[in-house]
């Protein structure tokens, strides 16, 4: 447009034609890029896919239901461009979730700088389901060791992560532990393998450990006879968390998140771009 500016202008009158030129002028150095004192950072569109069970999965809201995962909490606390597929289902455990296929899809999808996040347990430890068992020193330890090896022949970044607590009080008023050998089992793998660890086992236990056995109940599926549909006869649920319960676990893993994978971290929402651009990932 601009070459046909004199042509233009000497069809105009002198006045119109010096203003005419004045806007051109203008509006030419408003196209130069502007500098950003606080830009961006450039490299977003990397996934965070997750593999568990129901602690973590993603639940249904249409009927109404109570029980929510902590996986399901976690896109809020990340980045626009940062991508997150929850892939963990109700009753699975590392052999169960992989005799049905599940970890194929996200093989296939995953690419260089992604993470997966991998928790497993409550349903390992199920000695009469032959479908699910795993030895936590045997079976359950191989199964995690192979996710791991997969997700790095991908170029993408395993993230380990221990079962939360159950809600299990003695009749002194402590916290069981109900998971024993497969949490060990994890943190073993982690060290074995150099893997970043999520120890949600660890920071549950405190949790619940501050709030006791009646404050704690506000975390799970403790629901009154009628108040949802779906549940006519309420819930009285040690294991699934509610949705404040999810959000106060994903709140757990996302510190441990900070701790223990600061390049992940530095995408939280709770973090400036300065911090990403400091770090190099922007690269």
Known sequence: MIPA??????????????????AVAFCGCATKPATATHAEPNRTGFTIFMIGDSTMADKPVNPPDPERGWGQMLPMYFKDGVRIENHAVNGRSSKSFLDEGRWEPVLNQLKPGDYVIIEFGHNDEKKNDPKRYTEP??????????????????????????????????????LVDTHVDYVTAVREVAQEQQAPLLDLNLRSTELLTRLGPDSSKRLYDWIPAGEFERHPKGLSDDTHFNAYGASRMCDLAVGEIESNVPKLAVWLKRHSAADINQSGLEK
């Open 5 to 22: 500016v004199p042509f233009l202008c000497g069809r105009l009158k002198p006045q119109t034609a010096i203003l005419l030129l004045a």
């Open 137 to 174: 020193f045997g079976g359950f330890k191989t199964n995690l060791a192979m996710f791991v090896r997969e997700t790095r022949a991908h170029r993408a970044t395993p993230i380990l992560a221990t079962p939360g607590a159950r809600k299990k009080f003695d009749d002194n008023g402590g």
